[in-house]
């Protein structure tokens, strides 16, 4: 019996949406990298995380790199909470984009668009069974970003120490 698939398969990244379709952010280009060969790993992104204590929120910036040559217009964020190997609590942010996005894109083999996007968050979401206390913001220690495929591939995490300022 053969299978036929007719439709592409989409796997969407873990986590809580940190923004409507109607709000995705919009990333700003900021430049492009090109390897001599036909590279067409997925890179890792790089990420920096400060917790402002006076609004008791997380600022976020994330810069990632997508082979193609078109523009990437809006994307999406889902955040995740976890507890490192260590026992840190940590925040993973998964960036990825909107199937008509993804279907629009033109590969590009040892070419990359670099982008940058900032937020902030100000909740830990996740669900406890057991109903206990909400972890506070001020409590995670690491955060790890990911840009994810959702054709599916993924890069690695980067992680990075959370700082703390006023």
Known sequence: MEITITEKEYIFPPGVSLFTAENALTPTVTGNLEFTSNYHKPLPPIVEA????????????????????????????????????????????????????????????????????????????????????????????????FVWDIDPETSRGTETTVQTTD
Do not use: E
């Open 50 to 145: 400060v917790y402002v204590k006076k609004k008791k929120h997380l600022k976020v910036k994330i810069l990632f790199f997508v082979a193609s040559n078109s523009i990437l217009p809006k994307v999406q964020v889902k955040q995740l909470f976890s507890i490192s190997n260590y026992g840190a609590y940590k925040l993973q942010f998964f960036v990825y984009c909107s199937k008509h996005d993804r279907d629009n894109l033109v590969r590009t083999p040892g070419k990359y668009q670099a982008y940058a996007i900032s937020f902030k968050t100000k909740h830990v979401h996740f669900d406890d069974p057991q109903g206990n206390t909400p972890v506070l913001m001020k409590k995670i220690h690491v955060a790890q970003a």
